[in-house]
Structures are given as structure tokens and as C-alpha cells.
């Protein structure tokens, strides 16, 4: 396990392409591997990358946890291809990827935001009084999903978007929240599910598509409010 704090200054990763991970392992492996990465206490983050992985695990059981917390009052961005928290494709594990955003502005250009995918928990949380504005990176608009289990598969996906105390705008072009996908109906043993929660109390947010509670398994999906 690992931990970096910040608490003062202006955070600076990347330059577009790189790969940034948190609590997160390539190898094939059982096992814990734990990741924390505050900064709370500085005063401005800027991310640019090509990927934002936390809790990734690529096959085998285990452990893996991944948390990024940014500034509490200062202002925070980040620019990805893609932004994934908690994705196990095959295998199963345990553990929480978790983005908390602070009560200052947030500002994410993603082309896909995966907020749970496949065998995984992930969150995303804001301080009360804070504002996410999200956009597409390569393109106008994001995708974004939201307790996405897209493999044939037994286990579940949760994942939970609570922004709530919060202003949200969002440009999309997907919204998909809880979703499970099973290619054939032939093995009713395999279950599984994909749910996931949206909540914000204010803002504006435009979608071209919006899926709730979808898959050809069992699926399960909070309203998205307001």
C-alpha cells in the first residue's frame, strides 16, 4: 500500500499522454494492492492524461483500492481519454474506487467516465457547496456510466455518482446507469447485476441518450434526479 499527501502548492500531472493509476497492478496476482492520493490540502490540481485508473486489476481474486481526493476549497481539473473507477474484467476481487471532489470547482474533460465497471465498486463524491462541470475531451461531449457491468458474468457492479449539496453540468452524449450485459439467456445460473445511482441537486445537464436500468440480465438502477 501507498500514500501521497499534498498540502500546500499547485499540483501539476501530465501532458496529455500518460497513464496515472491509484491503487492499481498489472501482474496477474492474488493479494492487497492499496492506494491514496490526497490533495486536500493544496491549492489548485490540474490532471492531464491519457488514462485515470483507479482500483484496476486486470484477471485473478485479490484486493485492490484506489482513492484520489481533491483540493477542499481550490480549484481542481481534469482532462482524459478515459477515467475508469474500479474495473476487474475477469476473476473477481474486492475493494472501492473512490474520486472525492472538493467544494471549490471541478472541472473534467473525459471522452468516457466509467464510475464502476465490471466486477467493481466506485463512487464519486463532492463537498457540500462544490460544482462539477463535465465535458468530452476529443469531442463536445462525455460518456458517462454509471454501475456498468459489460462482461457475461455472476458478479456485480455497483457504482454511485452523489452529488448531491452540489451544482452538476454535464454535456453528453450517453448516460447509461446500471447496466448488465449477458450475450444469451441459455444459462439462467448466471446472474449477476449493474447498479448504479446518480444524485445532484442543481445544475443543467444535457444527454443525447439516456439509459436507466438496462442489460439482459438483472439490472437494477436508482433515479436519476433531479
Not at 483540493?71 to 481542481?76: M, R
Not at 476487474?88 to 473534467?108: N, R, V, Y
Not at 454511485?160 to 447496466?179: K, Q, R
Not at 446472474?191 to 436507466?212: E, I, K, Y
Amino acid at each position: 500500500s501507498a500514500n501521497l499527501t499534498v498540502n500546500g502548492g499547485d499540483v501539476v500531472i501530465g501532458t496529455g499522454t500518460e497513464t496515472f493509476n491509484i491503487g492499481s497492478r498489472s501482474a496477474v496476482t492474488s493479494g492487497s494492492t492499496l492506494g491514496t492520493v490526497d490533495f486536500s490540502g493544496a491549492a489548485s490540481v490540474s490532471i492531464d492524461v491519457a488514462q485515470l485508473g483507479l482500483a484496476q486489476i486486470p484477471t485473478a481474486s485479490g484486493t485492490t483500492a484506489g482513492t484520489l481526493i481533491l483540493p477542499t476549497t481550490g480549484a481542481a481539473t481534469i482532462n482524459a481519454t478515459v477515467i475508469s473507477l474500479g474495473d476487474i474484467p475477469s476473476s473477481s476481487g474486492s475493494g472501492l474506487a473512490s474520486l472525492q471532489l472538493g467544494g471549490g470547482t471541478t472541472d473534467i474533460a473525459v471522452d468516457h467516465f466509467y464510475v464502476s465497471r465490471r466486477k467493481k465498486s466506485g463512487e464519486v463524491t463532492i463537498e457540500a457547496g462544490g460544482e462539477l462541470n463535465l465535458v468530452g475531451r476529443s469531442v463536445a461531449e462525455a460518456n458517462l456510466y454509471i454501475g456498468y457491468n459489460d462482461v457475461h458474468t455472476a458478479g456485480e457492479t455497483t457504482g454511485a455518482m452523489d452529488l448531491a449539496g452540489s451544482t452538476f453540468n454535464a454535456e453528453l452524449d450517453n448516460l447509461i446507469v446500471g447496466y448488465h450485459y449477458r450475450p444469451s439467456v441459455s444459462n439462467e445460473t448466471v446472474r449477476g447485476s449493474g447498479t448504479g445511482v446518480l444524485t445532484f441537486d442543481a445544475g443543467a445537464v444535457s444527454a443525447n441518450s439516456v439509459v436507466v436500468g438496462s442489460g439482459q440480465c438483472v439490472h437494477r438502477a436508482a433515479a436519476v434526479s433531479p
